[in-house]
Structure formats: C-alpha cells, structure tokens
C-alpha cells in the first residue's frame, strides 16, 4: 500500500528529533570531555599565563608556595575565563592554606573593575600584604564563590578604606569558609550586591590605621537580599593599635547609595570587639537578626535603623557583658525584639526607640530599661517582678540555652529564650536560592569548619608588637574550645567526639616563588 506524505513527514519528524537529541548529548560530551585540568608551575609558569591557556570550565590546581610579581597579578586584563551553569572554571590550592599571592606592600595581587565574569571559584588561596587598598576586589561578578580563602594585611599604614576581600555589585556570591586578620579597614565587604552569602567567616582585626571610625569585620553597604550565616568577629580588641582608638564594629550595615534592604544575619558572633560595638545599623530597613551572640564588646548593639517599615527585628539573641561608655546602651533603638537575653551590661540593658519587646530576660543590668515603660509584659526583669538569673542554669555557654532549664521553654508559644548556635547552616557550596542554601544542614558547626588552618595563620601574626598568638589563638586553644569556655564552663567532651583536639602544629611558611614577568621559578 501506498504510504501517505503525512506518515513519511511525521516520521521525518521524528528522525529529526532523535538526531537533534544525540547531537546535543554529543556536544554536552564534547564539551565536558574538553574541560581540562592543569597545574602550576608544572604547566604554566605564573598565573597570568595559566590564564591565557585556560578556556571556561578548565581547573587550575596550584601547587604550594608564595607567589609574588606582576606576572601573578590579576586585574583588568589577566582574569579567569567564565565558566558556566554546571561547568565552573576553578583556580584552586593543591592544599588549602598553603598558597599564598603576596603583594609584598606594593603590589595589588587582585583588582578587576572592568572584566566581568560568571561561574569561576577560588578555593584555599590567601592574598596579602596589599599595596594598602584591597587584597582582592572584583566589581559586577556574578555566580562566584570564594571557599576557604583567606585574606591578610590589606594595606600597610594606609590611611583609606583598605579591604580584605571587597565586592562591588556582585549577584549570586558566595563568601564561604573564608577568613580575614591582620591591618585593615573592612574584613569582608558587600557594595551594592544582591542575592549573595557570607557563610562560616572568621574575622580578627589586629591593626587598622585609618582615621575613619566606621571600620568593621563584616560589612554589607546599599546591598539587598543578603545572608550572614554562622560568622565569627572576634578577638578585635587592639584598641592601642587603632587610629583613633576606636577599632571596628564586628558587623557593620549602613545605607550610603540606597536600597540597603532584606538582609539576614543567621547564627552570626561578636566576641572581644574593642572600643567600638558588635554591631550597627544606619539607614537600614527589613533587617532581621536570629540567634545572634554579641558578647564582651564595647558599646554592645547600636541599630540607627531609618529606612523602615518594615524595620529591624530580633529573635533568640544574646547581648551581654557589653561595656559602653555612659550615655550608651547595651541595645539602642532596636525595633522588635523578642524570646532575647540582656545580662551583664554596664550601662542599660535597653536605651532608646520606640520597642515592641516581649519574652526577653533582662538581668543585671545598670538598669535593664532606660525607660520602665520599655519593658514588654512577658519580660523577665525586676521590674516586672519575675527575674531570672541566666547563670543559675540556662547559660552555661553562649552557644545555646541548657535543656529543661528555666529559659528552655519560657519563650513566646514555649520556646527558649536565648540563642541556639549549633548547626551548620546552609549546605556547603550552594548560591542564594538553590537546595538547602538557607536550612539547617543537621551537621554540627563545632567544632568549627577549618579552624585549624584558621587558628595556623592567625597565630603565627607578628607585626608592629601586634600578638597573633592571643585569644582563641593562644596556646592550649581552638576556636571552637574558647567560644564554649568564654563562660568559664568546660567544654562539653562530646564537642570533639570525646577526644580532646591534639596541641595544634606550629605554621610552616611555604617556599617563595617569585615569578616577576619571566619563566623562570626560584
């Protein structure tokens, strides 16, 4: 029988459809297939060079050392190629930590203003000793994440607001496992960013020169739809070498270009901070603050919230043992606070603004509220008759409230009162949006991700008389073992699986290699 044009075209259609189908298989095997890993110095000389050589997508695995000159700089005109969704372009160290670009004071070994990328990662690198700007900054970028990298000596006796890892207009970054110490002005910074993560960051300021007061170890300006997860500042309290001496905020938010709006700080911790507060807010609106320590600062929380509603909202916080000057509060001008403990502050507990307070626990304070008529009707205060004493059984550590203790369940609807730190939040690698980027990952943070490595670097600053090896960095300490000792407690054996962490390695310095405009490695 005859065959009909209409069944020889539908067939044709479908032989079309399975060749389209296989050619794209092919050309994603292709492409896949194409992407190449390399090493250096084995197969490029110096960085700029593994940059002319790379396509998107490729590896570049770093082999251990210091590498300094030109010819290691990224900027405008040396930068990574882009990757894609799925297909990362990847510069990484062999081992994390051990790969170090240092602009030996006069150099910027990372600044692209004008190249802009997607899809690339930067894992266990450190840049230092800065030309006194920034250690590495990138303007609109966009799906990039640094892991595990850290960030020192931003500028030496600079006198500008020198960063250590600074991204301007940046969507879709991720900040994460990454650390800051040493002389500068901003620990981490987002300018004008969207959509983007600051996760499990360690900051320490040891030295900030410049005149300006608004210095801090985390910062977010005019940026939008931000999370800050699992962040430590601490040990900021070299107040005899700041200039003036009144050091940095732990986290600092302000407003200067508009549109500082939607960001989140998640199980974040200010600890030891010098002169200046643990955190401060300017000009901000839709801020919200959960599970947050703030602890041994000097002027506590100052929230100069202008930009609402909706305004700053707190939740299971922590404010104590702050210590500010007369005329400052532990907290001012909060908003809404609730299900929070006040304790041990030298000045008020409570100062100013016009509060919605509910469920909190103010306890020997100088006094709790500036005002009586401060105080929410479920308080737990003197003034409301029903004081609680955390240290009697609820506050062993800072890190969280103590099971069937008197705050355990005396919050709103039988919740505790206080924070819970002790759960990794967001799961490792993931952008704003994506699987599990802003949940509970059922990992335990403690103890913390790489403090090794973080506690390494730190203690080993010697500079200018400044004593890296101090605070959790001293001897016989971890980062997680002096966060749950600050309370005077002993640690909970089960933190490290009932084995006491061995007394930590003293730090190596890699081998220099000094690639300056030639082939040639020393």
């Known amino acids: 029988m005859r065959k009909s044009c209409k069944d020889c075209c539908t067939k044709m259609g479908r032989l079309m459809f399975v060749l389209a189908v296989v050619s794209l298989m092919f050309a994603f095997f292709v492409q896949a297939s194409w992407a190449a890993t390399y090493y250096m110095p084995d197969d490029f000389p110096n960085l700029q060079a593994a940059f002319a050589g790379m396509v998107g997508g490729d590896e570049l695995i770093i082999r251990d050392g210091t590498y300094t000159g030109i010819s290691n700089l990224i900027d405008d005109s040396h930068v990574p190629a882009s990757g894609r969704s799925g297909a990362y372009t990847v510069i990484r160290a062999e081992h994390?930590?051990?790969?170090?670009?240092?602009g030996q004071n006069s150099l910027n070994m990372f600044h692209v203003s004008n190249s802009n990328r997607s899809y690339i990662i930067f894992k266990g690198i450190i840049w230092g000793r800065s030309d006194g700007t920034n250690c590495a900054y990138i303007f609109n970028w966009d799906h990039i994440k640094?892991?595990?990298c850290g960030f020192y000596d931003a500028g030496v006796n600079a006198n500008t607001s020198y960063t250590g890892l600074y991204i301007r207009g940046g969507d879709y970054i991720l900040v994460e496992d990454c650390y800051v110490w040493g002389e500068f002005f901003?620990?981490?910074?987002?300018?004008?960013?969207?959509?983007?993560?600051?996760?499990?960051?360690?900051?320490?300021?040891?030295?900030?020169?410049?005149?300006?007061?608004?210095?801090?170890?985390?910062?977010?300006?005019?940026s939008q739809d931000i999370e800050l997860q699992n962040c430590i500042a601490i040990d900021s309290n070299n107040n005899s070498y700041y200039s003036p001496a009144d050091g940095g905020y732990a986290f600092y938010n302000t407003n200067t270009n508009g549109g500082a709006a939607r960001v989140r700080h998640r199980g974040n911790i200010g600890l030891?901070?010098?002169?200046?507060?643990?955190?401060?807010?300017?000009?901000?609106?839709?801020?919200?603050?959960?599970?947050?320590?703030?602890?041994?600062?000097?002027?506590?929380?100052?929230?100069?919230?202008?930009?609402?509603?909706?305004?700053?909202?707190?939740?299971?916080?922590?404010?104590?043992n702050n210590h500010p000057t007369s005329g400052w509060g532990a907290?001012?001008?909060?908003?809404?606070?609730?299900?929070?403990i006040i304790l041990d502050n030298t000045t008020w507990g409570w100062e100013y603004g016009s509060p919605i307070l509910d469920y909190n626990c103010f306890?020997?304070?100088?006094?709790?509220?500036?005002?009586?008529?401060?105080?929410?009707?479920?308080?737990?205060?003197?003034?409301?008759?029903?004081?609680?004493?955390?240290?009697?059984n609820s506050l062993k550590y800072l890190v969280r409230i103590e099971p069937s203790s008197d705050l355990a369940n005396a919050g709103e609807a039988g919740t505790r009162v206080g924070p819970e730190i002790l759960q990794q939040l967001g799961r490792t690698g993931s952008l704003w949006g994506e699987t599990g980027w802003n949940t509970y990952t059922g990992t335990s943070l403690w103890p913390f991700p790489h403090e090794d490595i973080i506690r390494s670097k730190m203690r080993a600053y010697n500079r200018d008389g400044v004593n890296g090896a101090r605070g959790f960095c001293a001897d016989g300490q971890t980062l997680t073992k002096y966060i749950w000792e600050?309370?005077?407690n002993p640690i909970p054996p089960e933190i490290y699986g009932n084995n006491p962490p061995a007394p930590p390695a003293p730090d190596t310095t890699p081998p220099v290699i000094s690639n300056v405009g030639t082939n040639n490695i020393t």
């Open 96 to 102: 994390p930590g051990e790969v170090v670009f240092d």
């Open 272 to 320: 030891n901070i010098g002169y200046k507060s643990g955190y401060v807010m300017e000009s901000c609106a839709d801020f919200t603050f959960e599970d947050i320590v703030m602890w041994d600062t000097a002027m506590g929380f100052y929230d100069r919230t202008e930009g609402g509603p909706p305004e700053s909202t707190y939740n299971h916080c922590l404010f104590g």
């Open 486 to 488: 600050y309370l005077g």
């Open 186 to 222: 901003y620990g981490i910074t987002f300018l004008e960013c969207t959509h983007s993560i600051m996760r499990r960051c360690v900051s320490r300021m040891d030295i900030k020169r410049s005149p300006d007061d608004r210095a801090g170890n985390f910062t977010t300006y005019s």
């Open 146 to 148: 640094f892991q595990q």
């Open 363 to 392: 306890y020997n304070n100088n006094p709790n509220y500036r005002s009586p008529s401060y105080r929410g009707p479920h308080d737990y205060s003197v003034e409301n008759g029903n004081e609680i004493n955390p240290h009697n």
């Open 331 to 340: 907290i001012i001008g909060a908003h809404a606070i609730k299900n929070s």
